[in-house]
């Protein structure tokens, strides 16, 4: 089983975004028995919160839902129970180093480093726009399963 943790700040904007969309793709692939697919935040914030509205309303846009979805923080001992842990952006990365206390088996990245176009994805509870992070988002997600196809993961 692959087991992926995405990471952002609050858990409830972007790294639910790419839980789900994730699930999403790999459900149409008839691939989720292969698939732990989870998220959380490297802040306290929103812990126990729903997901924001603006990312449930992009998601239901297109035909998934996040329902039942609250945000939780990463810990510690998730970095031995995951095989990636991909944050949104840099800052991210950062935290979640400081949070699992470094990265030995290099299971730590930014979900755009799997993109043609490796960059950071802006946090929309501050930009307000839902539909770039979505876009931005899947291509990651793509990005990912097109790099386990190409290591033979998948």
């Not at 697919?37 to 449930?56: C, K, L, W």
């Not at 176009?117 to 988002?137: A, H, L, M, S």
């Given at each position: 089983m692959i087991k992926v943790l995405f990471v952002c700040h609050g858990?409830?904007?972007?790294?639910?975004m790419a839980e789900f969309i994730l699930k999403a793709m790999v459900e149409k692939k008839g691939m989720s028995e292969q698939f732990f697919i989870g998220s959380a935040a490297t802040s306290t914030e929103e812990i126990g919160n729903p997901v924001h509205p603006g990312t449930v309303r992009k998601l239901r846009s297109v035909g998934i839902s996040c329902d039942g979805k609250?945000?939780?923080?990463?810990?510690?001992?998730d970095y031995n129970s995951y095989d990636y842990i991909i944050g949104m952006e840099?800052?991210?990365v950062k935290n979640i180093l400081k949070i699992v206390e470094g990265d030995p088996e290099g299971k730590?990245?930014?979900l755009l480093?799997?993109?043609?176009?490796?960059?950071?994805?802006?946090d929309p509870w501050y930009t307000g726009?839902?539909?770039?992070?979505?876009?931005?988002?899947?291509?990651g997600c793509l990005g990912f399963l097109r790099y386990l196809r190409k290591q033979g993961v998948i």
């Amino acid at each position: 089983m692959i087991k992926v943790l995405f990471v952002c700040h609050g858990n409830i904007c972007r790294s639910p975004m790419a839980e789900f969309i994730l699930k999403a793709m790999v459900e149409k692939k008839g691939m989720s028995e292969q698939f732990f697919i989870g998220s959380a935040a490297t802040s306290t914030e929103e812990i126990g919160n729903p997901v924001h509205p603006g990312t449930v309303r992009k998601l239901r846009s297109v035909g998934i839902s996040c329902d039942g979805k609250y945000a939780v923080q990463l810990r510690k001992y998730d970095y031995n129970s995951y095989d990636y842990i991909i944050g949104m952006e840099t800052v991210n990365v950062k935290n979640i180093l400081k949070i699992v206390e470094g990265d030995p088996e290099g299971k730590v990245s930014r979900l755009l480093d799997y993109s043609g176009n490796p960059r950071d994805i802006d946090d929309p509870w501050y930009t307000g726009k839902f539909n770039e992070t979505y876009e931005e988002v899947y291509e990651g997600c793509l990005g990912f399963l097109r790099y386990l196809r190409k290591q033979g993961v998948i």
